[in-house]
Structure formats: C-alpha cells, structure tokens
C-alpha cells in the first residue's frame, strides 16, 4: 500500500499532551499516522479510533498490533465518538480530528476522488452509503448543484456548471470523473486554468455532500466537548475554509468570558469558561513540510482544553 504521509504530525502529537496512562480518541482513523504516534506514548493508556473506511481498518489495525494491543477501532463514522464513550463509561484525555482526505484513498482511482484519474464516479468514505457523486451529478436540481458547488466548494462558476451538466445529462448519463471534468473545463476560461484545475473545487463540494461532511463534524465536535475529561485536549486539523470556520466559531463560543466580568480581577473560578484556547492562531505547516508533502500546504491546526 502506498504511503500516507500524515499531516501536521509533530505539531499534532505534541498539542496533544499525552499521558501514559491517558485515554485518546482518533476520530479520524485513516491509515493510522497520528494513532501510531499516539499509541506509542499510552503504554498504560488506550486508544479508540474511528473510520468508515473498510480498508483503512484493515490496515491500521495489523500496524497497530506491532506497537501495542491498547486500542479499539470502530468501523465507523466519527459522529457516533459520544455514544461509544459513553458505552465504554469513558471520558477523553485528547481528540484528534484529522479532515482531510487520505492520499491512498485519493490516490486509489477506483474511490472516485481524482479529478486526475478517470474512474466511475463515488466519492464515498463508506462503501454502504446508498449516496454516490452519480447520484448527485445525474439527479439534483440545478439550484441544488449551484448552491452546493458555491457553498462547500466555493466556485464562482456553480451556476454555469450546473446547467452545463444539466444540459449534458439530457444526452446521456454522467457516470465518470472524466466526463465530470471535461465539462466543468468547458466553463472556465482559459485564462483561470493556469492557476488552478477547473475541477478541484467541484470535486471537494461533491465530495463533501456525499459524505455529509460538514453537519457530521460540528455535531460530532460539539458531543467531544461535552465528553472530554478536565485537562482534555482537542487537536482539529482542517484543509479548507469551511471546516475550519465551523471550527473556529465553536472553540470561540466555548472560550468566550461574560462581557459583565471581562477584565474585572480575581475572577471566581465557577465564572470563567470550561474552556481555554491552546491555538490563539492556527498552527500551519512548515515550508519544509509543504515542499516534501503538497497536501499539507492548506492544513490549520486548532487546539483546544477543557480546563473544568
């Protein structure tokens, strides 16, 4: 299996502040990276660590076995992280989101993801989801494609997009990602394809509403405040503006103080938030990161702890 390089990797494990004996959650498992690093620091610990991703289980748990036997892995999405702990009567020492798409499975024409390779069109983080980008492409309204391509991918050519897939689904149906390119080529002009593919903010946008992305991750980042232990950190790693907003706007409510005691001294305890910002600003990749790895060149690092 070709390599995934982990993003962030120092910085992440480091924000963390891991314990021996601490109890750590990667909700987003991949191929195990970050929960290598994390399990090697917890001999008294445990992991528990989270991936819709059949293969990715597969993987990680044989690459897990050869550090230690103190993890559980879950075969599924990250939105069910409270209800697992809750079961395990559990309550986090840290937890790791990491939101970007892995490289293998980019990389792995079959998924779908490239606009690079030509493949049927998927997209799907989990093989069982009914949803497919096919689905998307050869059965949403025009408005609904136009808002989605704006709203998760941010084009500024959604609506000219979307009717151009309109008109060339009235022909046949769209079932590659090469087809999906060479129309969305044909709307941008000329002058803008030097800069960036036509088809990458497409792509993130469909892959996003596939996936539900958005609405799992604040949810799922709201239930890991309520269940992380005191001194708990949460580490988000995000790769585009949108995730990182949804991040950002939560750890800023959760740490917010009462403007009626802002500044006043000796502030009781029970007043002040239950939260502290670890990452004033987020943390971003080195430059010597980015040239060895060019999909970290987007990544934010956000840290937050639960202080009581």
């Known amino acids: 299996m070709e390599k995934h390089i982990s993003v962030l990797l120092k910085e992440t494990i480091d924000s963390l502040n891991i314990k021996e004996n601490g109890i750590y959650v990667d909700a987003t498992l991949g191929f195990a990276g970050h929960s ?3 399990l090697k620091r917890i001999p008294n610990g445990k992991l528990y660590a989270f991936d819709k991703d059949e293969t990715a289980i597969s993987y990680s748990n044989e690459r897990l076995n050869k550090i230690s036997n103190n993890f559980k892995l879950y075969n599924e999405g990250f939105e ?8 395990e009567n559990i309550k986090p020492d840290g937890i790791l989101f990491d939101l970007g798409v892995s490289s293998v499975e980019i990389d792995d024409a079959s998924r779908g993801f490239s606009y690079m390779k030509d493949a049927p069109l998927d997209m799907r983080m989990d093989k069982n989801n009914p949803l497919t ?19 998760y991918g941010e084009e500024k050519h959604a609506l000219k997009i979307a009717k151009e897939i309109e008109k060339e689904r009235q022909n046949k149906k769209i079932e590659t990602t090469k087809e999906l390119v060479d129309i969305i080529d044909r709307c941008y002009p000329y002058k803008e394809k030097r800069n960036t593919h036509p088809a990458k903010k497409v792509f993130q946008a469909i892959r996003i509403e596939v996936n539900n992305e958005l609405e799992e991750f604040e949810k799922t980042l709201k239930d890991s405040l309520e269940i992380l232990n005191i001194k708990g950190r949460i580490a988000v790693i995000t790769f585009h503006s949108l995730e990182d907003r949804i991040c950002k706007s939560i750890f800023k409510e959760v740490t917010k103080e009462n403007p009626v005691i802002k500044g006043m001294p000796n502030i009781p305890k029970e007043m002040l938030p239950d939260f502290k910002l670890i ?20 990544a934010k690092l956000r840290v937050i702890e639960r202080i009581k």
Do not use: G, M, W
Request: hydrophobic share 25%; with cysteine.
């Open 80 to 87: 069910n992280i409270k209800k697992r702990c809750e079961e």
């Open 36 to 38: 290598s690093e994390i």
């Open 133 to 151: 980008a096919q689905v998307v492409v050869n059965t949403y309204k025009v408005e609904s494609l136009t808002k989605i391509f704006r709203e």
């Open 279 to 298: 990452t004033n600003k987020p943390i971003l990749p080195q430059d010597y990161e980015i040239e060895h790895n060019k999909r970290s060149k987007s």
